[in-house]
């Protein structure tokens, strides 16, 4: 079965040089959450905007159901927003204030030409009580809601038209613990019952964990790992992965920490080094990590990794506080 979506070789450059999404790959099948996590600036949420086509790619290919749509015109782009959808991280920013919930809900399949105002109104309904919004907030406004009802009402509007796919950028990192625990338990539901393909974007390591079937770690634009959630959690092979994972605080406090140190700084993505983009801060450095990208080596079954030292097994770091 071919992915839903298949992103290829991907470059994103801005407005004076800024290099935020360099030579990125990868695919998600019907049913499956791709997890994308990294740092602030990594280019995660710029390629969501990408692969939903609200922001035109410098170079690389983006097929969607095996349509190449890199390139589409604005006409092609509007019939391809009902089965390509995001949710972003603020509802309070991406919900017009002056419309009502019904009409916010209303207005995906009045877009789409879907039925008429009856059938419209009845489908409203059901979609309300499908995201466990009372009916009453239908006539409501935006103001007159909390952030987890608008968020559930953001993904009420992304899943009107039965999408194919479903970019979700931070769609929690804005809510409480215990109304984030509700969306996620939505979103699961939601992919079980439809198939709907979800790209995941998060900073916060353990719902990625929690929500994903693969995760990729982005490092300055650049893939760094990819590989099954549960693989990669458990043994990472990157050692920035290494470095990203020991950063998290885990739930437990009686955990102990196996903290990993960078060395040196971050290269400035107007002038990104020729080699291993994180050589420059890696205590595993060695001359041929700057001499040109990384290859992808296999480290497992559907787990590769960018670093010269898996081919030799001497990729694993050793925590500071164990360090003679």
């Not at 900073?203 to 099954?228: C, I, K, M």
Request: charged content about 20%; aromatic content about 4%.
């Amino acid at each position: 079965m071919s992915p839903v979506l298949s992103v290829r070789n991907l470059i994103h450059r801005f407005p004076g040089g800024v290099h935020a999404v360099n030579d990125v790959s990868f695919d998600i099948a019907a049913g499956e959450t791709l997890g994308l996590v990294g740092e602030s600036g990594s280019g995660k949420s710029t390629i969501g905007l990408l692969v939903t086509r609200l922001l035109a790619p410098t170079g690389g290919q983006i097929l969607f159901e095996g349509e190449d749509i890199t390139h589409l015109g604005a006409a092609a782009l509007r019939k391809l927003r009902a089965r390509l959808q995001i949710v972003f991280q603020d509802p309070w920013g991406a919900l017009n204030p002056r419309m009502t919930i019904g009409h916010l809900m209303e207005e995906p399949l009045t877009l789409h030409g879907q039925g008429d105002a009856a059938s419209r109104a009845a489908e409203i309904r059901r979609l309300a009580d499908r995201v466990r919004l009372p009916a009453a907030s239908l006539a409501r406004y935006p103001h007159e809601l909390s952030g987890g009802q608008l968020q559930r009402v953001s993904i009420a509007r992304a899943i009107a038209n039965r999408p194919k796919l479903i970019v979700l950028d931070e769609p929690t990192s804005s809510l409480d613990l215990s109304v984030r625990a509700g969306i996620l338990q939505l979103l699961d539901e939601l992919q079980r019952e439809s198939g709907v393909a979800m790209l995941f974007i998060s900073h916060d390591l353990e719902t990625v964990r929690l929500v994903s079937h693969r995760v990729a770690v982005l490092y300055l634009g650049r893939v760094a790992e990819q590989a099954p959630a549960e693989q990669l959690f458990a043994n990472p092979a990157h050692p920035y992965t290494q470095v990203l994972l020991s950063a998290h605080l885990p739930p437990d406090p009686l955990v102990k920490l196996r903290r990993h140190e960078v060395v040196g700084e971050i290269p400035s993505p107007v002038n990104l080094p020729p080699g291993c983009f994180f050589a420059g801060g890696c205590p595993l450095v060695r001359p041929d990590c700057t001499t040109g990208p990384p290859p992808f080596e296999e480290v497992e079954a559907g787990h590769r990794a960018a670093c010269v030292r898996i081919t030799d097994g001497t990729n694993h770091l050793t925590p500071a506080e164990e360090r003679p």
